[in-house]
Structure formats: C-alpha cells, structure tokens
C-alpha cells in the first residue's frame, strides 16, 4: 500500500513523463481527491496556472493513482469526472490503449 507521498511521486513522474519539450504540466495540490483506492489528481500547464491565460490552457483529464499498485488510471475529458471515477469504482471504465501507465517501466497499456 502505497503512501500519500509515493502516490504524489508517482503523479509527478506521470506529468514529467506527459510533458512536451515546449508545454511544462503542474499538477493542481490544492484539489487532489483521496478515495479509498487511491487518489485522483487534476492538472494543466504550468503557464496557464501562472498566467491565467485561456490560450496556455491544457484540456486534460484527470487521473488516478491507484494506492495498492501504483499504476495511473487516465481519466478522460468528454465527461465530467464524476462519471469517470463511477466506471472506475463499478468497474464499467472503457479500456483505451493510454488507459493505464506503468511507473516502474514508464509505459503505457490498456490492461
């Protein structure tokens, strides 16, 4: 089981490893949701979070570390989050081929 702190590393790592050469992403700490199996964290560019700017703004969705494996759960962005983490919690969340990340070996897979 996975502490608060090693669930944050992980969601930093999994922004270090999402960014862009010229697009830095910063999590939001302030609005980080602690669930039972985890915490879901939300994100957007470091720009737009000092600037305010809508043009610097990421669309993103948020995620989940998951507190027994540590993998990351990508949530997506056509629905609120709310819808998400119910299909995460009743087990009905639609694979996709980013749907989960893997911090130990920095990958990407669908199961």
Not at 51 to 67: M, Y
Request: glycine share 6%; net charge negative; charged share 30%.
């Amino acid at each position: 089981m996975l502490t608060e702190q090693e669930m944050l590393e992980i969601a930093e790592k999994f922004l270090a490893f999402s960014s862009h050469d010229h697009i830095e992403l910063k999590l939001y700490y302030e609005a980080v949701l602690k669930k039972p199996y985890g915490n879901i964290y939300t994100y957007d560019s470091k720009k737009y979070m000092e600037t305010g700017v809508f043009k610097h703004h990421v669309p993103s969705g948020p995620f989940l570390v998951e507190k027994e494996t540590g993998r990351v759960v990508n949530f997506g962005t056509a629905r609120p989050k709310e819808f998400y983490i119910e299909a995460y919690e009743n087990g009905t969340l639609m694979p996709s081929l980013d749907g989960y990340w893997y911090p130990e070996d920095e990958r990407y897979s669908h199961k």
